[in-house]
């Protein structure tokens, strides 16, 4: 009778860790741009990039008149009404005392809107203010069609 030896495999099968790595990354790159909220709003382009909103308060203002807020702690835009707007800006800086200010007003939202927000924020003490702007984008050069004549 003869005995059988075994011997311990020293090799690993990747083949199932790249099918989970691979999944894995499907998913988050399908997922990714739905954890992007916030309101869509078309910001005034400048030459100057202007500093992103990271922490604090980020007011937004839709072109129809609509203002959002939304604080760093809770992340979501609440609808704010014109009648409730100086009760909700003093509950949001109550909330977040020092904290910055953003607005990222629509580039085609009433200048008025923006200006009576930002006087509710300061008389509610906020001192720092920001506008959200984004780079001015480069206009394609405009092509020529081709010449028929050569």
């Known amino acids: 009778m003869r005995h059988r030896t075994y011997h311990a495999l020293s ?11 691979l999944v894995l990354l499907i998913i ?9 909220s916030g309101i869509e709003v078309r910001l005034p382009q400048t030459t100057t990039a202007a500093e992103q909103p990271s922490e604090g308060i980020v007011v937004t203002i839709k072109k129809d008149g ?6 760093d702690k809770d992340l979501t835009d ?12 003093e509950q949001a800086i109550r909330t977040h005392p020092g904290a910055k200010a953003y ?8 200048y008025g809107l923006v200006v009576e ?17 984004q780079p001015k984008m ?6 020529q069609p081709p010449n028929k004549w050569g």
């Open 28 to 36: 988050f790159m399908v997922t990714a741009p739905l954890l992007q």
């Open 78 to 89: 609440v609808y704010t009404a014109p009648e409730n707007r100086e009760r909700d800006f």
């Open 103 to 110: 607005i990222r007003a629509d580039n085609e939202a009433n």
């Open 11 to 21: 090799e690993i099968n990747v083949t199932n860790l790249v099918d989970v790595v």
């Open 138 to 143: 480069e206009k394609p050069e405009q092509t």
């Open 117 to 133: 927000i930002i006087g509710i924020m300061k008389a509610h003490g906020v001192n720092d203010v920001g506008l959200v702007t």
């Open 66 to 71: 609509g203002v959002f807020i939304r604080t």
